[in-house]
């Protein structure tokens, strides 16, 4: 029995929001308004929904929230909070639950108005007791562990986290969408201000507004719906800790396993993904994700990043949105690379699409490299 | 003996002055944040030891705060027993503590609060 419904659910509708600064709306606005741009985009309707996978940025019920805000009554409901990583997850779950014909429509959506409400990150998150002592400035600090470690361990540069920033606003100025997109050259990183070492601001992902919506229902239904489907073909995820003292590696996440087990479903290899979308809340994710999930070996992904590889033009093109660094973060990114890798696949990407796109890897990452959650996706034709 | 209440046993070793580790009976494991029951094994079978206070630093960083706000060092430090915790390193400049820099604990009293904090061992200094 083959433990994951390979190519039998597909994403039908996807949307964005908002994304950057939208004043005047609550983030459950943001989200609503994403959700009816995808059930448009997929030519459905709200009553079609039965299955709603949500989670509110500070609303630790937001799946009951959000159900009641649309008028809803799904029969099946996951409000799961593995941070960043919960989209990935809920497409896991949406798949099996589709499959089982448990539910025959599932809506995945998000959104934040962090920006324009609190300026800053907004978290629902307790400082960890046996951490707090020593006021770590959280996530900074935890992946600047990390990016320390992996810097000693390997002989990392500074310069060659930069290359990740650079790579990522590149792909930010072909994108009209994205927040920041302005140029910005290795001098500018270099002289950005450090905030927790070896990460500068410009190490770190953007505070923005922002929704995002897929729409999923199984593959024989979505060949009668508008869009050219794109199926999901592979999905997996692990959760290793929650604090980073307790990844005993750290330059070694669980999207390693997330990465092997989504790859075994998918019945694909790294070799065979067009596009990347990782969750780059942190130039070092981008260098751990590239080597966890197969693109270059353990220790390679700094110098794998050189040279423009990830940029416009490069081999392989990576976080092709902007990404968290310079297209939107609003505080749970997860959801963004899962759409733009619906948008590579349709072809529907503009001046940054990636020519025969065919697959693409949407990866996701919550808490402090603690749940790590993979997704493969596949043009409707793969 | 069970260890009924870990956070609380924990910190009245600490304010008594000792830096207290769990080690479970069965399998020798240390264990450190505090715990009921020990991870991985499900073991209820946890004691306090006391730990050694010799350590290692894992990795480093440096918060970096506006002057005349002092940054400051956060560290994960590998104790001698096995078990990694988050601290700092007092007694130098915050971006002189390195990796693989053999450290000894001390507690101190932070806002009214024992806390286990390291200095540079006297091997390495």
């Known amino acids: 029995m083959s433990d994951f419904p390979r190519g039998r659910t597909a994403i039908v509708g996807a949307a964005t929001f908002g994304q950057g600064k939208a004043p005047g709306y609550e983030a459950s606005d943001l989200a609503a308004i994403a959700s009816t741009m995808a059930l448009e985009d997929a030519g459905l309707s709200l009553t079609d929904i039965d299955g709603l996978f949500f989670c509110h940025p500070t609303d630790t019920m937001g799946g009951l929230s959000f159900a009641q805000y649309l008028g809803i009554r799904p029969k099946a409901t996951d409000n799961n909070r593995t941070g960043g990583s919960a989209f990935q997850t809920y497409v896991e779950h949406a798949a099996y639950l589709l499959d089982a014909g448990a539910i025959d429509c599932a809506l995945i959506a998000y959104g934040s108005n962090q920006a324009t409400a609190a300026g800053k990150l907004v978290s629902t998150v307790q400082p960890m007791r046996y951490e707090a002592p020593y006021r770590p400035l959280n996530p900074v600090s935890s992946y600047a562990l990390a990016a320390a470690r992996y810097m000693h361990q390997y002989g990392a540069t500074r310069e060659q986290l930069g290359e990740v920033a650079l790579a990522a606003r590149k792909w930010a100025m072909l994108n009209p969408e994205a927040f920041k997109r302005d140029a910005l050259t290795m001098d500018d990183y270099l002289a950005s201000r450090m905030v927790s070492d070896p990460l500068s601001v410009l190490d770190c992902c953007l505070v923005t507004d922002g929704a995002a919506a897929v729409v999923m229902t199984r593959a024989d239904r979505a060949r009668d719906l508008k869009r050219s489907p794109i199926k999901v073909m592979g999905a997996a995820a692990e959760t290793h800790h929650r604090e980073i003292g307790w990844l005993e590696d750290l330059t070694v996440t669980a999207a390693a396993r997330s990465g092997a087990r989504a790859y075994r479903r998918a019945g694909l290899e790294p070799a065979d993904i067009d596009v990347v979308q990782v969750y780059d809340a942190f130039t070092i994710n981008t260098i751990l994700f590239l080597e966890d999930l197969g693109f270059c070996p353990k220790g390679e992904g700094a110098r794998f990043v050189q040279d423009g590889r990830i940029a416009p033009g490069g081999a392989l093109p990576v976080n092709t949105n902007g990404g968290g660094l310079s297209c939107c973060h609003p505080g749970m990114y997860g959801l963004f690379p899962i759409v733009e890798a619906v948008r590579q696949l349709r072809g529907e990407a503009g001046d940054r699409q990636v020519a025969d796109a065919r697959f693409a890897i949407a990866h996701g990452n919550g808490g402090v490299l603690s749940s790590q959650a993979t997704v493969i996706l596949g043009a409707g034709d793969a | ?125």
Do not use: C
């Open chain 2, 1 to 125: 003996m069970d260890v009924t209440h870990p956070d609380a046993e924990f910190r009245a070793f600490l304010a008594q002055g000792r830096f207290m580790i769990q080690r479970s009976k069965g399998s020798g494991a240390h264990v450190f944040y505090p715990r009921a029951v020990a991870p991985g094994t499900g073991a209820r079978d946890l004691e306090w030891i006391q730990a050694s206070g010799r350590g290692v630093v894992y990795s480093t960083t440096v918060v970096r705060k506006k002057p005349p706000e002092p940054s400051y060092n956060v560290v994960l430090v590998d104790l001698a027993e096995g078990p990694r915790m988050m601290s700092r390193v007092e007694g130098v400049d915050p971006a002189a503590v390195t990796i693989g820099m053999a450290v000894q604990a001390r507690i101190v009293d932070q806002d009214g609060e024992p806390v286990v904090v390291f200095d540079v061992a006297e091997a390495s200094a």
